[in-house]
């Protein structure tokens, strides 16, 4: 896998890998953490997420701005810090699964 493939790719030949990435992850914390938090981070947060892929650093995702604001509009009550310790987990877990699905 290069950036260059997986950009031109990955809403295209690549979509449904991606979609079972973020579904195991959803899974799996699901059964880690409060399913309403997590659910709350799937619909507000990581929907709008862009995955990339860099030759030297491997997968990441960008988040759009103000994440823990587009949660509270959803009415899911949760702490801020809590909030980030789930959100940063959440993206790392789709990270390290993007890497496991890609390489």
């Given at each position: 896998?290069?950036?260059?493939t ?11 890998q ?43 995702l ?6 823990y604001?587009?949660l509270s ?9 809590r ?21």
């Open positions: 896998m290069d950036a260059e997986f950009d031109e790719q990955k809403y295209v030949d690549l979509f449904p991606l979609q079972q990435a973020y579904k195991n992850v959803f899974n799996r914390l699901n059964d880690e953490y409060d399913s309403s938090l997590i659910h709350g981070i799937d619909q507000s947060v990581l929907n709008e997420s862009e995955p990339f892929y860099d030759d030297d650093e491997g997968f990441y960008e988040i759009p701005e103000d994440p604001g587009r509009e959803t009415g899911v009550v949760v702490g801020e810090d909030f980030e310790t789930v959100l940063a987990e959440y993206v790392e877990a789709i990270e390290a699964e993007l890497e496991r699905t890609f390489d």
